[in-house]
């Protein structure tokens, strides 16, 4: 069969780089994104190279500034569900007791379910425009997955032939888990991070688009979606460029993900 | 299947417990609590005590809690503090075209779903399996806000096909006027009809190489017996279980798409709850949106079962 493969690693990272370069470095080289500094709706070109938006904010600006509330809550938040789900995960799936590893485990299923969007927005009554509180609820929700996700490769790792040789060679049992079984844990976790980004740039998004989030002027992305929204057609910049932010970021980190798993799979079959 | 289906119940039940719990802690913790929110800037202190007393936010939490709790049991979900009345009535009035917008939406994305894995999974790297392929790839790569707002751009402003917005539309105008509801159930569907297309079409992949599905071909099974019968039972599994989960998706998609379109639904008057801080409402509200998300993957697991006996009830 054949098959023209488009390099998708090389493009997934052309397509990440300009997103997370504009979230890193952009608020050094952008001017203040202050309201009722210019006329409202001016059009692009000319002194505004994407125009201004319903308050008179230079939209490039925005896009500048917007980056780091946009990606840094998710990325934080995916942090934060990997430290305790992986805790977790790697706890349970180490237990000496069974008992142990369902008390773990089975809270955490049972809250599986829970629409996601459903307990961000719980969480806002009370710590709106909070953006830790938000990601803390991103991070909640993606806990179960994890430890899940987890705990299942550990367990798959810490019954396999190398875990019994390792023990029949008399090693610790804390040189055991940590060295082997946490390092085998890394592929599975490898090819979930991708998607779990993906989701949690949606989620904070999605959050921030439906004003639970952080506060209706902020540059933030989706909140400059939603806040220029009703113009899409005066002003489309304000609302195209930083969609086209967060879509070449999450397209960019898919292609990346799935480019990866490829390799992983090739090299697992080609060790069978 | 009995005793699955028992299980299943009462892990259900456990879960609509401990959530009635999670909700009220979430809301009853909050920094401030609504009898501040009430009175805003240019209220006395004794006003923000008076109503606190008056609304009796001043007694300790697990009385609140137990109050609301055997409200809820009988069906009283609180009074709302914006409107004064029961929340019951918020919710009456727009349950209706949240649900009209759900069920359309599944008898959308359910039948779609599974024909798109079907005809992609019976070609594993065929053109049209890698033309669906990267096109739910793509799609499953654009925020629900986005592709909303842009199909409203092109569809709506642009072109004036379909209606923009909701404004002004009652629920008895809902049935008489079909094209309300296409862009929304569209931006609904799209994502879950990638989740779920995929889930099929590995499902579908699996299967067909199995060793059963080889030796009933080597028997001389028909086709269109072999994949009715044998082959889609199983394969259907991964995307049920997928069902399961996308309730979630589907719940999301809901929020986003009724704030887009301003549709006056129950997760417009919950974001607007959240937004006046309307802790009743939002209490209520977020329960029996939470309980119908529980219910669904109750039943998708029950058909799971059904299809695929296991005896686990928790995987």
Sequence with gaps: MKRVNLPAAPVGVALLALPLGVALLGPWFAGPARP?????????????????????????????????????????????AYLVGGAVGLLAASARRRWADELLIRPLDVLLPLPTLLVISVVAVGWRGSPVAIALAVAAVNVPPVARLVRAAALDAASGPVTEALRVQG????????????????????????????????????????????????????VSISRSREALLLQPWAVLAPAAMLVMFTVGLNLLADSLLARTRRTQEAVR | MRGYALQRLALGAVQLALLTVLVFLLTSLLPGDAA????????????????????????????RFTDWAQGVLTGDLGTSLVSGGPVLDILAESAG?????????????????????????????GRLDRSV???????????????????????????????????????????????????????????????LSRQVRAGMVTVLKAEYV??????????????????????????????????????????????????????????RAVEARDVPTVQGLALVVAAAALLFSLAADLVCHRLVPRTEVLR
């Design chain 1, 171 to 222: 090693e610790s049992r804390s040189r055991i888990q940590l060295d082997h079984v946490a390092r085998s844990v890394l592929s599975p976790v490898a090819a979930d991070i991708g998607t779990r980004i993906t989701l949690a740039v949606f989620l904070v998004g999605s959050a921030n688009f439906l004003g639970l989030g952080l506060d209706p002027t902020a540059p933030d992305w989706a």
């Design chain 2, 36 to 63: 501040d929110v009430r009175n805003n800037e240019d209220a006395t202190p004794e006003q923000v005590a008076a109503l606190r007393e008056q609304l009796r936010l001043d007694r300790p939490a697990l009385e």
């Design chain 2, 214 to 271: 080889t030796q009933a071909r080597r028997l001389g099974v028909p086709r269109r017996t072999l994949l009715l019968r044998h082959v889609l039972p199983n394969a259907a599994v991964p995307g049920i279980q997928e069902l399961a989960r996308v309730g979630d998706n589907l719940v999301g998609g809901v929020l986003i798409v009724e704030a887009v379109f301003a549709i006056p639904g129950v997760a417009t008057a919950l974001v």
């Design chain 2, 133 to 195: 392929t990267s096109v739910t790839l793509a799609l499953n790569a654009v925020p629900d806000f986005v592709l909303a707002l842009l199909l409203v751009a092109g569809l709506s402003l642009q072109l004036g096909w379909l209606p923009a917005t909701w404004v002004g539309v009652g629920a008895a105008d809902l049935l008489g006027q079909p094209a309300l509801l296409v862009l929304p159930v569209g931006v609904v569907a799209a994502r879950m009809i990638c989740l």
């Design chain 1, 36 to 80: 009722g500094v210019f006329a409202p709706y001016a059009g692009s070109g000319g002194p505004h190279l994407l125009g201004t938006d319903g308050l008179g904010r230079d939209v490039l600006d925005l896009l500048l500034h917007g980056g780091r509330s946009a990606l840094g809550m998710a990325l934080g938040a995916v942090a934060v």
């Design chain 2, 97 to 125: 075209i949240t649900l009209v917008l759900a069920a359309v939406t599944l008898v959308v994305v359910v039948p779609l779903a599974v024909l798109l894995g079907i005809v992609s999974g019976l070609r594993e790297g």
